[in-house]
């Protein structure tokens, strides 16, 4: 009997801790955070404007550089998007307890992510109102898509990874959406609680079918993790551009952007657990257990560089070996040596328990982590196209404003609505981690 009401009442205060920021009043920081957002938010709506209406001559492009920031964001954010998935997929398939702490946290950044990184292809269309003759369907005019198109290929990769992304990510909140209908809420949120929880009433039936269609979704999301950013990357690979055209592309990208994920669900959870007080739940070891599949994904990634930088000399292929010289010694080269830095040095310290579970190291290393993996893109896609195989072509490519404040406005739109969703949800799965408990305790 006194076993019974010790569980109940730590289930409850877990509750109470998890919920606190959904009932108490608006911190400082929340709007601090949430000014920040939306300054970058009307950066970026400068830059749609710009983009729209005087077209995408205000970008830095020319008629050798096509692709510029845009496609280096694009592909930044699809990585940074790849680690949710993983994080709630497969360790939820390999019986990882310690993701409850931060599942929630990295399917929501999954979900913003796309959302952002979506941005750039519709504007990069120009004329936003036609992006439907992206979708194969039977229509009047028998127009239909070019289906040996890598373009295309994203289109129908990333938009199933957000479909079933987000029905994963729904679907794991119903239990927490029931709990908060019962709530300290205002009435009015209770009643969207209480719609969204679709009549969950926490039986042993309910559990159960809950965790059958996790673990059929985690079944159908894991192979994604592995075929979208495989998809992003045959943009390049199946190329003829030197530093492109590569079979190692699609692994590379894969171990990349779970790389660059990882690092950023470090940065969310390390600001979430100080600013709502949440070290109880999302502890040391936690970012220990992060930081150790961050180490094993930068090791690929560095193993990869070296790979392709071997295979282009070994091939004799005199444009491969000119590009790999030119992106160490030629007008970007500083950025291609800050990008070895963050990429294969700063991992490599993560070998040492006293950094790994060093929450203020741990931090700057996820920032520079995720600056380094922007500059990998960039490196790739610029480096690659400034000097192609006639020198009457070449050109240095300098973003502008324009391009500069459509990141700006990602970014903005990323914070905002991450910092909506921590005041109308939830940010830790607390339902299964007291089901965890109660397992636990039997």
């Known amino acids: 009997m006194a076993k019974g009401k010790n569980i109940e009442s730590r289930n409850v205060q877990i509750t109470d801790e998890v919920c606190r920021p959904l009932y108490g009043r608006t911190s400082k920081s929340w709007f601090l955070g949430f000014s920040f957002g939306i300054v970058g938010i009307l950066f970026g709506v400068y830059g749609i404007y710009c983009t729209l209406f005087k077209g995408i001559g205000t970008w830095g492009l020319d008629r050798t550089i096509g692709w510029g920031w845009a496609i280096t964001n694009f592909v930044w954010w ?53 992006a439907f003759y992206t979708i194969p369907y039977p229509n009047t005019r028998n127009l239909w898509v070019n289906f040996n198109s890598p373009l295309l290929w994203d289109v129908f990769a990333i938009l199933t990874y957000f479909i079933v992304s987000l029905i994963f990510w729904y679907i794991g909140m119903i239990p927490d959406l029931a709990v908060l209908r019962e709530g300290k809420a205002r009435k009015f949120k209770r009643k969207i609680y209480s719609l969204l929880s679709l ?99 930068g090791s690929i990634v560095a193993f990869a560089y070296f790979i392709e930088i071997f295979f282009a000399f070994f091939s004799g292929n ?39 579970t060093n929450i203020a190291v741990t931090f700057v290393f996820s920032i520079l982590i995720n600056f380094g993996m922007w500059l990998e893109r960039f490196t790739i896609v610029t480096t690659s196209l400034h000097r192609d195989f006639m020198p009457s072509n070449w050109t240095i490519y300098k973003p502008t404003f324009v391009e500069v404040s459509l990141f700006i406005g990602s970014i903005g739109l990323f914070i905002t609505l991450y910092l909506v969703f921590l005041r109308l949800f939830p940010i830790i799965s607390f339902s299964e981690i007291k089901h965890q408990n109660l397992e636990n305790e039997e």
């Open 78 to 130: 699809i990585g940074i998007g790849h680690a949710g998935t993983f994080i709630s997929a497969i360790l939820l398939l390999f019986r990882q307890k310690w993701r409850t702490g931060i599942n929630r946290a990295a399917e929501t950044m999954t979900i913003f992510a796309i959302i952002c990184a979506s941005i750039f292809p519709i504007i990069h269309m120009g004329r936003i109102a036609f």
């Open 199 to 297: 009549g969950w009433q926490g039986t042993i039936f309910d559990w159960k079918r809950y965790d059958k269609i996790m673990i059929l979704l985690a079944s159908i999301a894991t192979p994604l993790v592995i075929s979208v950013h495989s998809i992003v990357s045959m943009d390049f690979a199946t190329s003829i551009i030197p530093g492109w055209h590569s079979t190692i592309f699609p692994p590379y990208f894969v171990a990349g952007a779970i790389f660059s994920g990882f690092a950023m669900v470090q940065t969310l959870m390390i600001i979430t657990r100080k600013v709502l007080n949440l070290e109880r739940h999302i502890t040391v070891k936690h970012i220990n257990s992060m930081n150790k599949i961050i180490l094993l994904m």
């Open 318 to 356: 005199e444009f491969e070996e000119f590009m790999f010289l030119n992106r160490a010694t030629g007008p970007y080269a500083i950025w291609f040596w800050i990008m070895m830095f963050c990429n294969i040095i700063i991992p490599q310290f993560l070998w040492f328990k006293k950094i790994r």
